[in-house]
């Protein structure tokens, strides 16, 4: 008689199935932020397979991994290595390793084309055997014929857009500005620039563009740029009605004292006699004065 086989338990001792369950408590905060055309079930299996891939993530600190999470959900972006990515940084001595979201090409071109904001777009790397010519100047121009074989390696990145009012808008970087732009990057020795080094270099171009642009890619999310986009003029705060004044007591206006008495000193009587003798004086001359008038 066959023996019956008993259901497979789930091993909780495997970092994979523990991390399984753990998903499961924090994915109700992922389907918040998920935007609609991204299905939860789809992406819990990328992360997964993201997980599977690189080991490293499941000795990372847990916050920042589901933070990382959070953060690609909330762009509506897959961490697929194309899309996206989860890279954990850190992790030397006794230091615990991190995670951040990075969005990658493809990723980032998905968020030009949701801002509504261009009529065109094209980003591309540059190999030492294809025709590339780049025009500064009144008319710019960038020509380039791709070499249908052994490209030779890259010498350059170019990122273009066309905006809403036709005009073209143009960014290059030569092997030299690429280079120097990995130097100051958290990634220059993982296996993204080790292994993708094209893809990066466009990366960093599109970077470059979008710092001329008002498009808020890549570092930014574009559903929050809808509604408050960069060309809006902050809100000024309405201003405020000033309190009333009290009202003031009417002040009774302070009298100084005359400098000049109203009433003049009684004269003393020599006084009173040079006085008299001096009015009869001026009663005289002004007699003669008024003698003078031609109406008199």
Same mark, same amino acid.
């Given at each position: 008689?066959?023996?019956?086989?008993?259901?497979?338990?789930?091993?909780?001792?495997?970092?994979?199935?523990?991390?399984?369950?753990?998903?499961?408590?924090?994915?109700?905060?992922?389907?918040?932020?998920?935007?609609?055309?991204?299905?939860?079930?789809?992406?819990?299996?990328?992360?997964?397979?993201?997980?599977?891939?690189?080991?490293?993530?499941?000795?990372?600190?847990?916050?920042?991994?589901?933070?990382?999470?959070?953060?690609?959900?909330?762009?509506?972006?897959?961490?697929?290595?194309?899309?996206?990515?989860?890279?954990?940084?850190?992790?030397?001595?006794?230091?615990?390793?991190?995670?951040?979201?990075?969005?990658?090409?493809?990723?980032?071109?998905?968020?030009?084309?949701?801002?509504?904001?261009?009529?065109?777009?094209?980003?591309?790397?540059?190999?030492?055997?294809?025709?590339?010519?780049?025009?500064?100047?009144?008319?710019?121009?960038?020509?380039?014929?791709?070499?249908?074989?052994?490209?030779?390696?890259?010498?350059?990145?170019?990122?273009?857009?066309?905006?809403?009012?036709?005009?073209?808008?143009?960014?290059?970087?030569?092997?030299?500005?690429?280079?120097?732009?990995?130097?100051?990057?958290?990634?220059?020795?993982?296996?993204?620039?080790?292994?993708?080094?094209?893809?990066?270099?466009?990366?960093?171009?599109?970077?470059?563009?979008?710092?001329?642009?008002?498009?808020?890619?890549?570092?930014?999310?574009?559903?929050?740029?809808? #509604?408050?986009?960069? @060309?809006? $003029?902050?809100?000024? %705060? !309405? &201003?405020? *009605? /000033?309190?009333?004044?009290?009202?003031? =007591?009417?002040? #009774?206006?302070?009298? @100084?004292? $005359?400098?000049?008495? %109203? !009433? &003049?000193? *009684? /004269?003393?009587?020599?006084?009173?006699? =040079?006085?008299?003798?001096?009015?009869? @004086?001026?009663?005289?001359?002004?007699?003669?004065?008024?003698?003078?008038?031609?109406?008199?």
């Amino acid at each position: 008689m066959d023996k019956v086989q008993e259901p497979a338990q789930t091993n909780l001792t495997d970092p994979i199935s523990k991390f399984r369950k753990e998903w499961e408590i924090f994915s109700p905060e992922i389907k918040a932020v998920l935007p609609a055309h991204v299905n939860l079930d789809a992406f819990k299996r990328v992360v997964i397979t993201a997980v599977q891939n690189n080991r490293e993530l499941l000795s990372a600190d847990k916050k920042t991994f589901f933070s990382a999470c959070l953060e690609c959900a909330k762009q509506g972006l897959l961490p697929d290595g194309k899309e996206g990515a989860l890279v954990s940084f850190g992790g030397e001595g006794k230091e615990v390793k991190t995670v951040s979201f990075m969005p990658m090409v493809e990723g980032i071109i998905k968020q030009i084309w949701r801002s509504d904001k261009i009529k065109y777009f094209s980003a591309n790397a540059v190999y030492e055997n294809d025709e590339f010519d780049y025009c500064l100047g009144d008319a710019e121009h960038i020509v380039h014929k791709p070499a249908m074989s052994n490209r030779g390696e890259v010498i350059a990145a170019y990122a273009i857009v066309k905006n809403l009012k036709e005009e073209y808008i143009r960014t290059v970087l030569t092997k030299e500005e690429i280079e120097k732009l990995r130097k100051c990057s958290r990634t220059k020795d993982k296996f993204f620039w080790n292994n993708w080094y094209d893809q990066m270099a466009i990366k960093s171009a599109i970077h470059r563009l979008s710092k001329k642009l008002d498009l808020g890619v890549e570092w930014e999310i574009i559903e929050d740029l809808k #509604e408050i986009p960069h @060309s809006q $003029p902050p809100k000024l %705060a !309405a &201003p405020q *009605t /000033p309190p009333a004044l009290p009202k003031s =007591e009417p002040i #009774e206006a302070e009298v @100084s004292e $005359p400098l000049i008495s %109203a !009433a &003049p000193p *009684t /004269p003393t009587e020599e006084e009173g006699t =040079e006085m008299s003798a001096e009015s009869k @004086s001026n009663a005289k001359k002004e007699g003669k004065k008024k003698s003078n008038l031609p109406f008199e």
